[in-house]
Structure formats: structure tokens, C-alpha cells
């Protein structure tokens, strides 16, 4: 069954410094999405792409993050200036846009300190 | 923008036993509702969804309804099993898998007693 891969699994990071999160979402999906999980609280959406652009933001997408499809198979999250509040799991998704549901990936757990 | 509400926040059964979570949401435009079970640091895994076409779906001991008048969706898990234990999410969505994202509600930790 396709999968959506995210890398790396565990990233720390200082406080201030920028990450990048990797996804590769399933091949011939065509929405790509971010959200992220503070630990013991809820999934929450960020942004949502679709053809090389976002579709719809959520508000705690604000200027530090943005996200780019660099090639044909990458779709990253950039954080810039990392906070210790921005420590979470943050999870990739995709979805072929004609059948419904989404698939996520397993997700990558920052720790900023 | 969408806002789903999930009660209990905590749920504890007897093995066995049937369990009940509830969702309400307030977009009225949404239409895809899915459930997903979380086990500590993994992915939301898909359970089970409904589309609002629908009125109930069951597979096998989980079964969900849904109320489009009322706006809520719920959860029915029969015969738990201590591998049901986990949290659960209900969420909700326009589109099912297109520009807008799900909104999650605050998930139910699910606790099934031997």
C-alpha cells in the first residue's frame, strides 16, 4: 500500500534556529497538507497545496512557516526562528482529490530547546 | 471556519462492553467525517469515515452515525477488546480530500479494563 514518508522522524533543534520537514506524499496524489500535534493535545490543520501553491491556510500558519514543493516528489515545512512552543509532532499528508480521505505520514517529532 | 467538539474526553469500559464517543460540528457545509485511532507517537489511523449521503456505516464491531440536522457524528465501538484502547479523533472536512484540511476534535482516551 503507498505511503506517505516523512523525515526525519526526531528532529532537535536550538531555539531560533530554522528546520526543515521532508514529506514525500504518495505519487499521484494531488493535495498535499501539513498539521501539527503538541504532545497530548489535538491534530491541528496548518496549510493545505495544490498545484505548486497553498490552497488554505489555518492562523497559526503565520510568516515563520512556509512550504515549498522543490521537485517533483518533495513537499517540505519550513520553520523559521523555532520557538520552544513550535516542540511538536508534525505530520504530512496527502489526497488524490477524486476519492475521499487523506493519508498521513508518521509524522516528524521536533524538539526545539 | 469549522469547529468540532468530541465528548468524553476520557472513557473507560469494561472489556467487552460497548463504547460511545460524540462529535458535534458547526460548518454545515462539511461533509466528510472521518474517525481516527492514535496510539502513543504514531500516526492518526482512519478507522472509519461517512460522507453526509449517509446516515450510518458500520464495519464489523465499529459502526459511526450521523445527524446533518443536528450536526453530530458518533462513534460505536461493541465487544472492546483491550487492543482498542487508545485515543480517539472525530474530524470533519468539505471537501473529504481536497483544498481544505480536516478540523480534529480533542480526541476521547478510550480505556478498556480487563
Known amino acids: 500500500e503507498p505511503e506517505v514518508t516523512q523525515t526525519p522522524s526526531h528532529q532537535v533543534t536550538q531555539m531560533g534556529q530554522e528546520v526543515i520537514l521532508r514529506c514525500v506524499p504518495i505519487?499521484?496524489?494531488?493535495?498535499f497538507y501539513w498539521y501539527r500535534q503538541i504532545l497530548g493535545q489535538k491534530v491541528e490543520f496548518l496549510v493545505s497545496?495544490?498545484?505548486?501553491?497553498?490552497?488554505?491556510k489555518s492562523e497559526i500558519f503565520d510568516d515563520q512557516f512556509s512550504v515549498e514543493r522543490p521537485d517533483g516528489s518533495n513537499f517540505t515545512l519550513k520553520i523559521r526562528s523555532t520557538k520552544l512552543e513550535d516542540s511538536a509532532m508534525y505530520f504530512c499528508?496527502?489526497?488524490?482529490?477524486?476519492?475521499?480521505?487523506?493519508?498521513f505520514g508518521s509524522g516528524t517529532r521536533l524538539t526545539v530547546v | 471556519g469549522e469547529n468540532v467538539e468530541q465528548h468524553p474526553s476520557t472513557l473507560s469500559v469494561q472489556e467487552g462492553d460497548s463504547a460511545v464517543i460524540k462529535c458535534t460540528y458547526s460548518?454545515?457545509?462539511?461533509?466528510?467525517f472521518p474517525w481516527y485511532k492514535q496510539e502513543l507517537g504514531k500516526r492518526p489511523q482512519l478507522i472509519i469515515d461517512?460522507?453526509?449521503?449517509?446516515g450510518e456505516k458500520k464495519d464489523q464491531r465499529i459502526a459511526v452515525t450521523l445527524n446533518k440536522t443536528a450536526k453530530h457524528f458518533s462513534l460505536h465501538i461493541t465487544e472492546t477488546q483491550p487492543e482498542d484502547s487508545a485515543v480517539y479523533f472525530c474530524?470533519?472536512?468539505?471537501?473529504?480530500?481536497?483544498?481544505?484540511?480536516?478540523?480534529f476534535g480533542k480526541g476521547t482516551h478510550l480505556i478498556i479494563q480487563p
Open positions: 499528508a496527502s489526497s488524490s482529490g477524486q476519492v475521499y480521505g487523506y493519508t
Open positions: 505519487s499521484n496524489h494531488l493535495y
Open positions: 497545496f495544490y498545484n505548486n501553491e497553498i490552497s488554505e
Open positions: 460548518d454545515s457545509a462539511s461533509n466528510y
Open positions: 461517512i460522507r453526509s449521503n449517509v
Open positions: 474530524a470533519a472536512s468539505r471537501s473529504g480530500g481536497g483544498a481544505d484540511g480536516l478540523t
